[in-house]
């Protein structure tokens, strides 16, 4: 008997000795993961035969191929996230139904951490700047190769710091056996002359000179906002004026970006202790953690600057930044959209 396949093409009724032979071979191969070649000597055929057995099988619906990732996990929207942005990883996750509208659920710390498992070698250097969802993952390690942890940023109040940044470098350089280069001092100070002056102290320019050595890096994203923004709510109620009329729209590691990608407000930088963006862009990998729909528009806008390279999110957020204007430039290209 012959008929059609459902797409159109002609199907031989397979009798039972071809079905024997099509379901060992494909064993073979899906299972043993031996190679067509090596099935082709086994069974005294050419591998061009094993080839179109092996197709026919899968037509015939004796191998049924599933793909199937944790369900927190959505592979559809972390493929297309990282294409549309030209991302090397993005990770999308399930937002928890009772956080949807909450910026960065730990449920993302948990997954970057599992990914800095993956993402770090032996030897690397490790930056962790301040954030929330940062210490989120510090606390969700559970597996790291022995490497350097240092403190890319000071910390949103001194008076934290065993709760914040410090805790999450001592927490990975633990969890990883290397050194962790701590910083203890806060991310903004007065005036600039301040800043300068803690950078030259022994401990934070001890930090400060694995910057340029960060091969992995983790940061966080926040939007323009009371509650989602560490630099906002640093701020003076004055210099938040400031720096809205100059259209900024998100910052990460106390940079300002507009809605474009540029940055914007880069005075601020002066009386900051933190990673320069030149730095930031020259790390191989930088991992941004970033969720919730509020914090949308501030992760397009970190993205299209080019200083990450791979994002874990949520779909909260993921589905908002599917449709967020025009397609990106790939964020893999990263020259300065500002110029040189």
């Given at each position: 008997?012959?008929?059609?396949?459902?797409?159109?093409?002609?199907?031989?009724?397979?009798?039972?000795?071809?079905?024997?032979?099509?379901?060992?071979?494909?064993?073979?191969?899906?299972?043993?993961?031996?190679?067509?070649?090596?099935?082709a000597e086994e069974f005294g055929v050419s591998r061009f035969k094993?080839?179109?057995?092996?197709?026919?099988?899968?037509?015939?619906?004796?191998?049924?191929?599933?793909?199937?990732?944790?369900?927190?996990?959505?592979?559809?929207?972390?493929?297309?996230?990282?294409?549309?942005?030209?991302?090397?990883?993005?990770?999308?996750?399930?937002?928890p139904a009772e956080a949807e509208d909450s910026p960065d659920p730990e449920n993302l710390g948990e997954v970057a951490a599992d990914l800095l498992g993956e993402l770090v070698n032996e030897g690397d250097v490790l930056g962790l700047a301040w954030g929330r969802s940062t210490i989120h993952?510090?606390?969700?390690?559970?597996?790291?190769?022995?490497?350097?942890?240092?403190?890319?940023?000071?910390?949103?109040?001194?008076?934290?710091?065993?709760?914040?940044?410090?805790?999450a470098v001592r927490r990975a350089a633990q969890v990883s056996g290397g050194d962790a280069h701590p910083i203890y001092a806060p991310m903004l100070l007065p005036d600039a002359a301040t800043a300068a002056a803690l950078r030259n102290q022994t401990g934070i320019a001890r930090a400060f000179e694995y910057f340029d050595k960060v091969t992995v890096a983790c940061v966080s994203i926040g939007s323009w906002e009371a509650g989602i923004s560490t630099v906002h709510?640093?701020?003076?109620?004055?210099?938040?004026?400031?720096?809205?009329?100059?259209?900024?729209?998100?910052?990460?590691?106390?940079?300002?970006?507009?809605?474009?990608?540029?940055?914007?407000?880069?005075?601020?930088?002066?009386?900051?202790?933190?990673?320069?963006?030149?730095?930031?862009r020259r790390i191989p990998e930088v991992v941004?953690?970033?969720?919730?729909?509020?914090?949308?528009?501030?992760?397009?806008?970190?993205?299209?600057?080019?200083?990450?390279t791979s994002l874990v999110t949520d779909t909260s957020a993921a589905d908002v930044l599917m449709t967020a204007g025009p397609t990106p430039r790939p964020a893999l290209n990263r020259a300065d959209p500002d110029g040189p």
């Open positions: 008997m012959s008929g059609m396949t459902a797409g159109g093409r002609s199907a031989v009724r397979m009798g039972p000795a071809e079905l024997v032979q099509a379901a060992a071979m494909a064993r073979r191969f899906y299972l043993e993961g031996k190679s067509k070649i090596q099935i094993v080839a179109r057995v092996l197709e026919t099988a899968l037509e015939r619906d004796l191998v049924r191929i599933e793909i199937r990732v944790p369900a927190e996990l959505d592979a559809e929207r972390s493929d297309a996230l990282r294409a549309r942005y030209g991302l090397r990883h993005a990770v999308v996750v399930e937002s993952m510090a606390a969700a390690l559970d597996r790291l190769p022995p490497c350097t942890v240092v403190q890319l940023t000071g910390v949103y109040d001194a008076g934290t710091a065993e709760r914040g940044s410090v805790e709510d640093m701020l003076s109620d004055e210099e938040r004026a400031h720096y809205a009329s100059l259209g900024v729209a998100a910052e990460m590691s106390a940079h300002l970006f507009n809605a474009e990608g540029r940055r914007v407000g880069r005075d601020l930088g002066e009386r900051c202790i933190t990673v320069k963006a030149d730095q930031l941004a953690i970033a969720g919730g729909a509020r914090k949308a528009a501030a992760i397009d806008a970190v993205l299209r600057s080019g200083l990450v």
